[in-house]
């Protein structure tokens, strides 16, 4: 199974901030991977797929990079809105891993 | 618009049994694979099962390996997770989704709860 490791676990930061959070792949998934955001009691909701194309809707602050086995999500200038829980996820097979998630926080 | 709505959740003994269910609207549900997912309180997101479009490619978590199995009907654009022996580390909100590249569908979650 592909295992996906995120980081960090979690981070503070402050509105207007530019914050960055990594996955790695334990093995190569080529662009196979999404990047999602979940607040509490919601579902989560897709920002990036296919490692760096912006979903439909979403703010053009939020970017996604990388290839292969190392992916990056930025928030470019944080808003209220942001402070929410990050995750990566990997579908490069029917086995869909997640990773461990980031908790962004208002510092 | 696409709706995947999830039911069947509740309060369960361990070592009891639960089927969800999840309807789908808005897609054409059979040519999509599919996939459960669950997130304990507190807690990460986790795969559970997933599910080629013709019921093929079945596959699940070692953690629920032998006691859940996964199932469609694509006349009833609907799919099912049948739970066994079920255990308190088992509750969570459970999810359908269905993840593609250019497709990503959630449904709301139904939480089961494994207590005595």
């Known amino acids: 199974d592909i295992q996906m490791t995120q980081s960090p676990s979690s981070l503070s930061a402050s509105v207007g901030d530019r914050v960055t959070i990594t996955c790695r792949a334990s093995?190569?998934?080529?662009?196979?991977l999404g990047w999602y955001q979940q607040k509490p009691g919601k579902a989560p909701k897709r920002l990036i797929y296919?490692?760096?194309t912006l979903q439909s809707g979403v703010p053009s602050r939020f970017s996604g990079s990388g290839t292969g086995t190392e992916f990056t999500l930025t928030i470019s200038s944080l808003q209220p809105e942001d402070f929410a829980t990050y995750f990566c996820?990997?579908?490069?097979?029917?086995?869909?891993?997640f990773g461990q998630g980031t908790r962004l926080d208002i510092k | 618009e696409v709706q995947l709505v999830e039911s069947g959740g509740g309060l369960v003994k361990p070592g009891g049994s639960l089927r969800l269910s999840c309807e789908a609207s808005?897609?054409?549900?059979?040519?999509?694979?599919m996939n459960w997912v669950r997130q304990a309180p507190g807690k990460g997101l986790e795969w559970v099962a997933s599910?080629?479009?013709?019921?093929?490619?079945?596959y699940y978590a070692d953690s629920v390996k032998g006691r859940f199995t996964i199932s469609r009907d694509n006349a009833k654009n609907s799919l099912y997770l049948h739970m066994n022996s079920l255990r308190a580390g088992d509750t969570a909100v459970y999810y359908c989704?269905?993840?593609?590249?250019?497709?990503?569908?959630w449904g709301q979650g139904t939480l089961v709860s494994v207590s005595s």
């Open positions: 093995q190569d998934i080529g662009n196979d």
């Open positions: 996820l990997q579908h490069t097979s029917y086995l869909i891993t």
């Open positions: 989704a269905s993840v593609r590249a250019t497709d990503d569908f």
């Open positions: 599910i080629g479009s013709a019921s093929d490619h079945i």
């Open positions: 808005g897609f054409t549900f059979s040519i999509y694979s």
């Open positions: 296919a490692a760096s």
